[in-house]
Structure formats: structure tokens, C-alpha cells
């Protein structure tokens, strides 16, 4: 089974600061997702990467394969983005299911 | 499109009742995913169905759960007899190809009393 492991578990930041989530996992995948659960609890797809790097407006996803490991960023970052930040991997030849990590819980203070 | 749609956005019930929450896929998607999340667990894969056909159940936590797809465009998860530990956030997702992107519904917040 996978172990997801992401961090920090929560951060607090200033508005415009450049920030970093971690999450690891202990064996091959075939994708990664990240995840955006907002305060009200709706959850939306940020990205799905199997190697390299994607980048979507503030956001850029990367994913090192070798090092089984990946990270969120966001620039300039906005109150806005304040929510829960959620990686799930899906492992190699495994199920389709998801295994997820618990959650980056990221505040942008204004 | 209006994307995953759950059903109801709310349910509180007491302890022993039966409870059923419905899902309405995003149209043409194959793939269709229960996930419960929990403070203390996270999210949890349930389980999944491709083309209509359960294909991993080993999510689902009792007997007392049961969830079925009768055609493309719906599918039930189903507690009976409910218990206050199945109180969590139960999340439907659909998508069009395996690991292709999800796309979640809003959730039902259960609470068992």
C-alpha cells in the first residue's frame, strides 16, 4: 500500500509570499493528482502529472519520479487560495482508487 | 455542464435508520468513485465502478454499506442500518478514462445521531 505523506500540515502566510507543498509516497505511480478542497468543502482537480512539470496561471505542479516525490507551488499568493491542499497518488498496476495524503491546510493572510 | 451532482447536500438521521446517497456522473464519464473523508482518516477510496461494473469494493468499511450503479447515469451509496461513526463528508467523482483527471461532486455532510 502507499504511504502519502504531505507537508507542512498547515501554513500561514502573507499575501504575495511564494509557497511550497511537499508530498512524498513510498512506491511507483502512474499519476499524481493535486487536489483544492475549499472552505466550503468542495473539492476541485489542480492537476494530474505522471512526470515533469505543469503549470496552471500561479500555480505549478512538479513531480520528480526518481525521488517519488512532488510539489504544489503558488506565486504571488492571494488570500483567495487560502484552502486545503490535498495530493493522492494512484499507484502502479495497483487499483484505480486513489491512496490520498492528509491535507495541507494553507492560510494567506491579507 | 453542470458537473458531478450529489444528492442531498445534507442528511441527519438517527442511529439504526437506513440512508442512501445518490450521484449523477458528469455525462459520458466511465468511471465513477466514492470517497468518504473524515477528520481523523482523511479521504478514503470506497469504492469504484467502470462502464456500470463495481471493480474494487475493498474500500467499503461493513456489510452494512452497499453502493450500486444501475446504468451510466447514477449511482447509490447506501448505510443500513446507520451508525454515529458513519457521520463524515461522502465525496462522488467521476471521470472520463482511467487516471484520466477527477471531477468531484460537492460532497453529503451525513451526520448520524
Known amino acids: 500500500k502507499n504511504e502519502v505523506e504531505q507537508s507542512p500540515q498547515n501554513l500561514t502566510a502573507q499575501e504575495g509570499e511564494f509557497i511550497t507543498i511537499n508530498c512524498s509516497y513510498s512506491?511507483?505511480?502512474?499519476?499524481l493528482h493535486w487536489l483544492q478542497q475549499h472552505p466550503g468543502g468542495g473539492i476541485v482537480s489542480l492537476f494530474m502529472?505522471?512526470?515533469g512539470k505543469k503549470k496552471h496561471g500561479r500555480l505549478i505542479a512538479t513531480i520528480n519520479i526518481q525521488e517519488k516525490h512532488s510539489s504544489l507551488h503558488i506565486t504571488a499568493s492571494h488570500p483567495r487560495d487560502s484552502a486545503v491542499y490535498i495530493c493522492?497518488?494512484?499507484?502502479?498496476?495497483?487499483?484505480?482508487?486513489?491512496?490520498f495524503g492528509k491535507g495541507t491546510h494553507l492560510i494567506i493572510q491579507p | 455542464d453542470a458537473g458531478v451532482i450529489q444528492s442531498p447536500r445534507h442528511e441527519v438521521t438517527e442511529m439504526g435508520q437506513e440512508v442512501t446517497l445518490r450521484c449523477k456522473p458528469i455525462?459520458?464519464?466511465?468511471?465513477l468513485f466514492w470517497y468518504r473523508q473524515t477528520m481523523m482518516r482523511g479521504l478514503e477510496l470506497l469504492i469504484y465502478?467502470?462502464?456500470?461494473?463495481?471493480?474494487?469494493d475493498s474500500g467499503m468499511p461493513e456489510d452494512r454499506f452497499s453502493a450500486k450503479m444501475p446504468n451510466a447515469s447514477f449511482s447509490t451509496l447506501k448505510i443500513q442500518p446507520s451508525e454515529p461513526r458513519d457521520s463524515a463528508v461522502y465525496f462522488c467523482?467521476?471521470?472520463?478514462?482511467?487516471?484520466?483527471?477527477?471531477?468531484f461532486g460537492n460532497g453529503t455532510r451525513l451526520t448520524v445521531t
Open positions: 467523482a467521476s471521470s472520463s478514462l482511467t487516471g484520466s483527471p477527477l471531477h
Open positions: 512506491v511507483g505511480i502512474s499519476a
Open positions: 502529472l505522471s512526470s
Open positions: 493522492a497518488v494512484l499507484s502502479t498496476g495497483g487499483a484505480d482508487g486513489l491512496t
Open positions: 455525462s459520458g464519464h466511465n468511471s
Open positions: 465502478f467502470n462502464n456500470n461494473v463495481p471493480i474494487d
